[in-house]
């Protein structure tokens, strides 16, 4: 079955006092979530506003993605009883204990 979405994400950044602050805002169509990072420069540092830039914006879109990540495991555990009360596994290739066969005699 076919499905496109747009989602649009927004990305604010300003700098006052060394600071640059980063809000990137997801817009859905249904939902808004907002993600947020700071960068510090230090004050020895040569002033390259980019640098900031990037990085507290990289935290903040870092942010949004782990916010995401965490809502879609929560709906995962809302639609599938199987995953209830439990953590999603990473996929490695690898099968998990569930779906490998018991040790025949003389293994462990």
Request: proline fraction near 9%; hydrophobic fraction near 30%; avoid cysteine.
């Amino acid at each position: 079955m076919p499905h496109t979405e747009e989602w649009k994400v927004r990305l604010y950044l300003f700098e006052e006092e060394g600071t640059t602050h980063a809000r990137a805002v997801l817009d859905t169509g249904t939902t808004e979530l907002s993600g947020h990072g700071n960068a510090h420069r230090n004050p020895m540092d040569m002033d390259v506003p980019e640098i900031g830039d990037e990085l507290s914006a990289g935290r903040a879109l870092h942010d949004l993605g782990r916010q995401l990540v965490d809502i879609a495991e929560r709906d995962i555990e809302g639609v599938s009883p199987a995953a209830a009360g439990r953590r999603a596994r990473p996929q490695t290739g690898w099968p998990s204990p569930e779906q490998m066969s018991p040790p025949g005699p003389g293994r462990r």
